[in-house]
């Protein structure tokens, strides 16, 4: 049996709908996938001191978009836990939404350490920042020019 001419239209705007959700997320998560500390140094970027991140962090509402496309926000509590929120534009019609607590703190070599509990992964890191111009970025070393670079917005 042949295929109607309408079926085809529906299975051919399905598929243009699929990619049109696809491309832009794409480009979101794209949009600093292949930057490195190399990336960073050639551009003149200077490594944030200990003080510098004592004046950043604390009360800080922290925005970043992972490798993996999700919109993450958290606010640096003193003292306290967070609740980090994520948003994962990827998931297609029903975006992602998830929340998860956490906890962060200065490490003594200048590092932003954070830990979240996410409702299926635990995710734990303490990075090195380095800004360049008015924007953030992590690493997680400060010697490897390959160490992959994470944009991060800081506001008080």
Not at 55 to 80: C, F, Q, T, Y
Request: aromatic share 10%.
């Amino acid at each position: 049996m042949k295929p109607s001419p309408i079926a085809i239209g529906y299975v051919a705007t399905g598929i243009s709908a699929i990619f049109l959700l696809i491309i832009p997320s794409l480009a979101l998560a794209d949009t600093s996938a292949n930057l490195t500390l190399g990336d960073l140094m050639n551009q003149g970027a200077v490594q944030q001191s200990r003080d510098d991140l004592l004046s950043l962090l604390p009360g800080a509402k922290v925005s970043n978009v992972s490798r993996n496309g999700s919109v993450r926000h958290w606010e640096n509590i003193e003292g306290r836990e967070f609740v980090a929120s994520a948003t994962n534009p990827t998931a297609g019609l029903n975006y992602a939404r998830f929340t998860g607590k956490g906890s962060w703190r200065l490490g003594d070599n200048g590092t932003y350490c954070v830990h979240i509990e996410w409702p299926v992964t635990s995710e734990q890191w303490c990075h090195f920042i380095f800004k360049l111009g008015s924007k953030y970025y992590t690493v997680r070393s400060t010697t490897d020019p390959a160490s992959p670079a994470y944009e991060f917005t800081f506001v008080h």
